[in-house]
Nanobody
Framework: QVQLVESGGGLVQAGGSLRLSCAAS????????MGWFRQAPGKEREFVAA????????YYADSVKGRFTISRDNVKNTVYLQMNSLKPEDTAVYYC?????????????????WGQGTQVTVSS
């Protein structure tokens, strides 16, 4: 049974930082592209970042480029999202996801497995 479990969310002031983690089990982790998405209240789930199987290639949404960094540890079967210079508009539930697709997918439908999400709230 595949499980993706996010952690690290919380409440932070604008300009602050958080590091999200997503621990994977039940799948050959290094064989999957990993991604982060977020969903704010009343909005659709949107792409944040994707990371190749080796960790050598990344793709970011324009809204987070230069502020967020995605990384992975294929020994610990964990993907991370370091979020710096946080803004109130970053407030959302953040989800990690795993994809078997080629390249760096950015659409919800291109991911095969999802975590339950972790809340990030940025106060102004």
């Amino acid at each position: 049974q595949v499980q993706l479990v996010e952690s690290g969310g919380g409440l932070v002031q604008a300009g602050g930082s958080l590091r999200l983690s997503c621990a994977a089990s039940g799948l050959p982790f290094s064989g999957y592209v990993m991604g982060w998405f977020r969903q704010a209240p009343g909005k659709e789930r949107e792409f944040v970042a994707a990371l190749s199987r080796s960790g050598g290639a990344t793709y970011y949404a324009d809204s987070v480029k230069g502020r967020f960094t995605i990384s992975r540890d294929n020994v610990k079967n964990t993907v991370y999202l370091q979020m710096n210079s946080l803004k109130p508009e970053d407030t959302a539930v953040y989800y990690c996801a795993a994809s078997r697709r080629i390249g760096l997918p950015s659409k919800v439908g291109e991911y095969d497995y999802w975590g339950q999400g972790t809340q990030v709230t940025v106060s102004s």
